[in-house]
């Protein structure tokens, strides 16, 4: 309701409403949700107004039932694809039963884990999408081990430099481990999933099979590329961030500007988590930022005027997926567009900060506040 009234509001009245403007804790308890669980029979099992008490105490006991639930989708050491067909989700309900109807949603995927595969559940579809893209670029490359043996020793030696860069770059960030080892496999799953030419990946047998095959060829050629792309990406970003920190206090709202972009384009496993078709942009990107630093020193106003032409779409889209990912909603129809205006936006600051480099499209604020009200209407 709180995303309703803030959305009619931004529309009727042009002012974005925060999310910590509303107080949902000042509403009598007759306003506020009331929350049942029921088991397949209709017996309550739960209730109350507390939505995460509900899960906290509830979620050990959907986590046993997913587990006897979910034999014919959990397998450790997946070498080849000699199984049915992945659905996106399916609804698991009690005495092991999985079907379309009833019980609680599961969403099965690939998942790499330490150079191996392994078929799973997973509790929401973003996680799935996640693992399964990575899931499917190993179980590729298994299927051609002296190939993928011979890439991985070239990598020990092409990415060396750019694996310390790696290193500097995150260093001590969560769950980021050897960057010589991160970024070796990383770029052998941009590879494979460039070299697929399929998004998203595949969840039928027989399209991984042909896709595969077709993918065997290009493999070589897509390694040197995406080799040259992580190359390039850190080595810029690491320059960006040394920038950035000998930056001038007066330079506060673009370092700031600057450092959450640089974020979202460069974080451990980038090289995986970007689409293929968006890390050939990634180096034009960063070139842009080194652009635009260079230029605050004699044009401070004219940087501030450009920040603030796409503060108002910036700080929308951001809220908007801030939105859609509380409530659960990174999958499906939204999630494309939202994905594509992403990307508008970095062509935008192109545009703005950085016109020399070029887009491949003509791009300006006027064109996308237009594109984010069919979005956001």
């Known amino acids: 309701l709180s995303d309703a009234l803030a959305g009619f509001l931004t529309r009727t009245t042009g002012t974005l409403i925060p ?16 929350f049942r669980v029921r088991d397949e029979t209709g017996k309550c099992l739960a209730e109350g107004r507390d939505l995460g008490t509900l899960r906290q105490q509830l979620g050990g006991a959907a986590r046993q039932e997913l587990s006897r ?4 989708f959990e397998r450790d050491n ?26 609680f949603a599961a969403f099965p995927a690939l998942e790499h884990v330490a150079g191996r ?24 490359w298994l299927g051609f081990p002296e190939l993928l043996k011979q890439s991985e020793r070239d990598l020990g030696n092409t990415l060396k430099a750019a694996s310390l860069q790696y290193g500097l770059l995150f260093k001590g960030a969560p769950g980021f481990g050897n960057p010589a080892e991160s970024l070796t496999r990383d770029v052998l799953h941009a590879a494979a999933l460039s070299a697929c030419d399929a998004s998203p990946p595949p969840r039928a047998r027989l399209a991984f099979t042909n896709i595969a ?66 890390l050939t ?34 700080t929308a889209w951001r809220q908007r997926r801030e939105r859609l990912a509380a409530q659960g909603r990174v999958g499906g129809d939204i999630e494309p567009e939202m994905e594509d205006f992403r990307w508008r936006l970095e ?8 016109q020399e480099l070029k887009t491949p499209e003509p791009v300006s604020v006027k064109r996308l506040e237009k594109r984010w009200a069919e979005i956001a209407g």
């Open 117 to 140: 595969v392994r078929l799973a559940l997973f509790d929401t579809a973003e996680q799935a999408d996640a693992a399964h893209r990575e899931g499917v670029a190993r179980l590729l």
């Open 213 to 278: 095959a077709a993918a065997r060829p290009k493999l070589p050629q897509q390694v040197a590329r995406m080799t040259a792309i992580a190359r390039e990406c850190l080595a810029a970003a690491l320059s960006i961030e040394q920038s950035l920190a000998k930056a001038p206090p007066a330079w506060k709202a673009a370092i700031a500007d600057l450092r959450g972009q640089l974020a979202e384009l460069v974080f451990p496993g980038f090289m995986v988590r970007h689409p293929a078709s968006r």
């Open 281 to 314: 942009h990634l180096p034009r990107y960063l070139k842009a930022m080194e652009l635009r630093i260079t230029k605050l020193a004699n044009q401070p106003a004219r940087d501030l005027g450009a920040m603030n032409e796409m503060a108002r779409l910036l």
């Open 78 to 103: 997946v070498t080849r694809w000699d199984f049915d067909d992945l659905p996106e989700t399916l609804q698991v309900g009690a005495r092991g039963r999985t079907d379309a109807s009833g019980g």
């Open 19 to 34: 999310r910590d403007a509303w107080r949902p804790d000042a509403l009598p308890a007759h306003l506020q949700m009331h």
């Open 69 to 72: 639930s979910a034999a014919q």
């Open 347 to 354: 062509e935008l600051r192109v545009s703005l900060f950085a």
